[in-house]
């Protein structure tokens, strides 16, 4: 397949994506210690992302990490089909003929 044809097939798997967010999604338990006997407690949904090269943490309800769970992996899909992007314009340049130096 020709580089325009491999670019438009990638655009339109672009063009599918919705929701995007940063970060992941982790499940933490908590112990607590009564009368001797260690309790867990959770699991407790906990959204974690970089803003201004701060960890920022958010607790989150079932629903809002069913949705944002698909959004982050809709950002790894996304980050994944530019880098094909670029690899195949990239590949494409070089091929193209130099212009030579006068």
């Known amino acids: 397949m020709k580089p325009p044809a491999q ?3 990638l655009a339109r798997s672009l063009a599918r994506i919705r929701w995007v967010c940063p970060g992941s999604i982790v499940k933490q338990y908590q112990l607590k210690r009564r009368n001797g006997q260690a309790q867990r407690y959770g699991p407790y949904l906990i959204w974690t992302r ?3 090269n701060k ?3 958010v607790a989150l309800s079932q629903q809002q990490a069913r949705v944002l769970a698909r959004a982050i992996a809709n ?3 996304l980050e994944k089909l530019l880098r094909k992007m670029e690899t ?3 590949e494409a ?3 193209l003929p130099q212009i030579p130096r006068t």
Do not use: N
Request: net charge positive; proline share 0%.
């Open 75 to 77: 950002r790894r899909t």
């Open 50 to 52: 970089k803003v201004q």
């Open 7 to 9: 670019l438009a097939l």
């Open 93 to 95: 340049m070089l091929r």
């Open 55 to 57: 960890t920022v943490t």
């Open 88 to 90: 195949i314009s990239v």
